[in-house]
């Protein structure tokens, strides 16, 4: 979300007429989009607005911006201990930020602007009104909804993003029309709940004469009759969205497990250019812990919907979140984490060392902290069972020739592409010359724990946006 929001600041730079610079020297403006979900977040900022400091002693004309959750978070802190930055902005009104910048240069004063929360029917607190510069022009992140309503207790998203807030579907149908029109053949929905989407929306737009069939917001063929139990659902838009003419793979993050509803696999299962992947955050395979973190289903429960999507949508790719060492979490409660991944077979997991984030639940249990180097040894043994299915998961496509949609030259081998399937599953294959974008067909010959490797059979659609090409002074 926050990589989003910061395409979205780049976008409205741009249009007021500046341009990005990898140079922090030639820079009139430095943004500092923070985010307060990693590690250290505080620390690393003050750090950067220390360093920052030193160049604008030299060059008092620099201008320097906080936003992002951390600025949402700590917006006195940040002003009182950094009074050199010019501007602080949250997570609700990224849409102001070249206006908090004019109000500074024109009172030569710190502004200082965080909003409490998205405010209801105003489009532009989605990015979806805002111009973008997107880091690759032909895939493109969508925001379907700000905030979250639950409250697991490790998670600062709440605090920082406010309660959810879902955006109208005819606002993201336009969007991905938009995106389309400049090149952009994959989507990527976002939300923090992407399966609760159009909760909020039924009871704000419902009001007492039915549904509104206002064309923003009409979604779903239920909720279009008028019927009073119909919502616009997840699963409406995510067939909407991959039927657009020019999208060919659309892709989600992040869904909650209680959340995913049957609608929802019936329509990744029907819609083909839904790709199939699902990245289901776990978090946890002991009840006991997965009740202490709030997150409303047991591991029972989770492998249950696991085995519904499978069951549902032929060759899924699933991928996971994991935590270790949460407060009080014991040698029994872990084993409980390593049996629900090895049962799960996941394709790849992001796993964590638990570190308290302040202000949330889970901070507080102090008395209950897993000593660090236990909390380490715990996440090798996950890695080890994650690493073991992953590549069990890699070596089963040996031999099929799969789609690729093609990044660029590898970081590692530049005499390689890389590319990712439409499982997710990362490629190298050899090849120059095919323009990142362009979709082509890969046998696959190697596997490991992280990638496949392939050889390039044949292009399949070349790519069809616009390159950026960076203008230079003579
Ligand atoms: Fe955070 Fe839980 Fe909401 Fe995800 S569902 S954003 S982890 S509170």
């Not at 602007?113 to 111009?131: K, N, Q, Y």
């Not at 099929?400 to 439409?422: A, I, M, N, Q």
Request: glycine share 8%.
């Amino acid at each position: 979300m926050n990589e989003h929001d910061s395409e979205r600041i780049a976008g409205l730079l741009e249009a007021d007429g500046y341009e990005l610079t990898a140079d922090e020297a030639d820079a009139d403006v430095v943004v500092l989009n923070t985010c307060c979900i990693r590690e250290n977040a505080d620390n690393r900022l003050y750090g950067t607005l220390g360093h920052l400091k030193s160049l604008k002693d030299r060059r008092p004309s620099l201008d320097i911006v906080v936003a992002g959750c951390l600025a949402q978070k700590d917006r006195d802190e940040i002003a009182r201990r950094a009074p050199h930055v010019d501007v602080v902005l949250g997570t609700h009104n990224v849409h102001r930020a070249t206006e908090l910048l004019s109000e500074h240069r024109e009172t030569g004063k710190q502004v200082v602007e965080i909003l409490e929360a998205t405010v209801a029917d105003d489009h532009e607190m989605f990015p979806s009104a805002l111009p973008v510069v997107r880091e690759a022009g032909y895939t493109g992140w969508v925001t379907i909804q700000v905030g979250c309503d639950n409250a697991c207790a490790f998670c600062i998203v709440p605090a920082v993003r406010g309660p959810e807030f879902s955006r109208p579907f005819g606002d993201i149908i336009s969007e991905v029309q938009r995106a389309v029109a400049d090149g952009v053949t994959e989507v990527t929905l976002l939300g923090q709940n992407v399966n609760s989407y159009g909760r909020d929306l039924t009871l704000r737009l419902r009001g007492e004469d039915g549904p509104s069939l206002d064309s923003t917001h009409v979604a779903g063929e239920l909720w279009a009759t008028g019927d009073p139990r119909a919502r616009p659902l997840f699963a409406d838009l995510l067939q909407a969205v991959g039927s657009i003419e020019g999208i060919r793979r659309v892709r989600y993050t992040s869904p909650h497990p209680k959340d995913l509803r049957p609608e929802t696999v019936a329509a990744m299962a029907s819609t083909p250019a839904v790709c199939e992947h699902l990245h289901l955050p776990a978090q946890s395979g002991s009840d006991r812990v997965l009740a202490a973190m709030h997150r409303g289903y047991t591991a029972e429960r989770y492998l249950e919907k696991l085995a519904i999507a499978r069951a549902g949508i032929s060759d899924l790719a699933v991928t996971t979140d994991l935590i270790v060492g949460f407060p009080g979490e014991t040698d029994a409660d872990h084993d409980q984490t390593l049996q629900l991944a090895a049962e799960a077979r996941f394709d790849g997991a992001y796993t964590f060392v638990y570190s308290p984030r302040p202000g949330t639940e889970a901070a507080e249990m102090s008395d209950h902290f897993v000593p660090h180097d236990v909390a380490v040894a715990r996440m090798e043994s996950l890695r080890a069972v994650v690493e073991r299915t992953s590549r069990l998961g890699h070596e089963s496509r040996l031999g099929l020739t799969e789609e690729v949609l093609v990044f660029g030259p590898s970081r590692r081998d530049p005499s390689r592409l890389s590319g990712r399937t439409r499982q997710n599953r990362l490629v190298h294959f050899a090849g120059t010359n095919i323009r990142p974008g362009t979709y082509v067909t890969v046998e696959m010959t190697t596997a490991t724990t992280t990638h496949l490797g392939g050889e390039l059979r044949e292009i399949v659609a070349p790519a069809i946006h616009r390159t950026r090409i960076p203008v230079a002074a003579e």
